[in-house]
């Protein structure tokens, strides 16, 4: 369910200018996109609520001084990565929810988009949660490349950018990434 460029673009735009209706079509589509790439870096759900909405409230106080539309995706991802790790920072102590929580079930949404018998809502849940547990697994800057390519869209150079290292890094990085979660799931494909 990735959005293009020129919807996030124009809708950007248009709240940029004060338009309110555009800003909270806006906010609702990045909460989505937010909530995708969160909840791959989260270890648990618990977090992500709160980080989600201070998400949001920067990106909305802060659209004003986006100088380029079509750079609101990287942007707004920008913003709640540094959301996320400044969340981690502070709450070193992380509570823990070992609850099925509302979250897996809006995810398993997101991912199968059409209404499916009960087992294959049971095995896309289950299989939501092997990857997240696989994804977890990796090591944080394999972990954050992966989401931001597989799960945002970015493409390498935008990756680059927001992790402010070489285009050649985050290839690799993500190559090494694919690698370790093929043989992390593995014994669930056999």
Known sequence: MKQT???FSQLAKLAKNGDKESLKKLLLKTE???YISLYYL???????????QESLLKISKNLKKLNDTKAYKSWANKIAIRCFYDYKRKNKKSENCSQISQNDKILTNI???????PIENCINSELVKV????IS???EPYKLAIIMREFE???????AKLTKTNVGTVKSRIARARCQLK????????
């Open 111 to 117: 991912i199968c988009e059409k209404q499916k018998e």
């Open 42 to 52: 989260a270890e648990n759900n618990c977090e992500l609520s709160d980080v989600i």
């Open 32 to 34: 989505k996109l937010i």
């Open 153 to 159: 869209g970015l493409s390498y150079d935008e990756i």
């Open 137 to 139: 697994k990796l090591n």
């Open 5 to 7: 460029e020129d919807e």
């Open 131 to 134: 990857i997240k547990s696989s």
């Open 183 to 190: 043989e992390y799931i593995k014994p669930y494909m056999e």
